[in-house]
Structures are given as C-alpha cells and as structure tokens.
C-alpha cells in the first residue's frame, strides 16, 4: 500500500513557474511508476508526466514537454513536478498517483491516489 500527499499547489501568473511535490508513504513495490494527472472544471482528466522510480525514465504529455520536468528524490520517497512557461491552460487540480504499470495513465484509474493540489495560471 502506497499513500501520497501532493503540496505545493498556489497561484501564479502566466509566464510563471511552480514546482509540485508528491511524497509517497507505506510499502511500496520494488518497481513502480509515480507521476501526475490534471483536471480543469469542465473537462477530462489528462496525463501530464510520469516516471519510474527505479530507472528514472520519464514520460510527458505533448502538451507539457519542453515545460514541465518530472524528478524524483528516491531518499525522500519523493516526486516532482517543476511547471515553467505555464499557461491559463494548465489551470487544474494535479493530482499524484502511482501505479505498478506504465500503460494507461490517461485512460484509466490508477492504483494510488494523492488528493490533488489546486494550480491556477492567471492571464
């Protein structure tokens, strides 16, 4: 069992940066995949980034790569998500999650869930 808790969710202006951070508690499997999803009012959730706690290899959705960064702090059982160049567009609640899968983070619920963090981009 995996428990996350997501912070550093605020307000920023667009051009701006912000950096997200998912701590993860409890068991946890020898290899997995932590990353981030987002969900604005009105529209789908989406994938934004992932990566594999063992190899480090990360993964981003077209519309965040070049501008997001996804690490992770493996003594700290930590996660981030460095957002620069943000947009109103990314305007949503991020959420942590985990999984033991790679495949099908933007189509299907995840095994573990942080409760989200509110990023709002302002124009």
């Known amino acids: 069992q995996v428990q996350l808790v997501e912070s550093g969710g605020g307000l920023v202006q667009a051009g701006g940066s912000l950096r997200l951070s998912c701590a993860a508690s409890g068991r946890t499997f020898s290899s997995y995949y932590m990353g981030w999803l987002r969900q604005a009012p009105g529209k789908e959730r989406e994938f934004v980034a992932a990566i594999s706690w063992s190899g480090g290899t990360t993964y981003y959705a077209d519309s965040v790569k070049g501008r997001f960064t996804i690490s992770r702090d493996k003594a700290k059982n930590t996660v981030y998500l460095q957002m620069n160049s943000l947009k109103p567009e990314d305007t949503a609640v991020y959420y942590c999650?985990?999984?033991?899968?790679?495949?099908?983070?933007?189509?299907?619920?995840?095994?573990?869930w942080g409760q989200g963090t509110q990023v709002t981009v302002s124009s």
């Open positions: 999650a985990a999984d033991q899968v790679r495949a099908g983070w933007g189509t299907r619920n995840l095994n573990y």
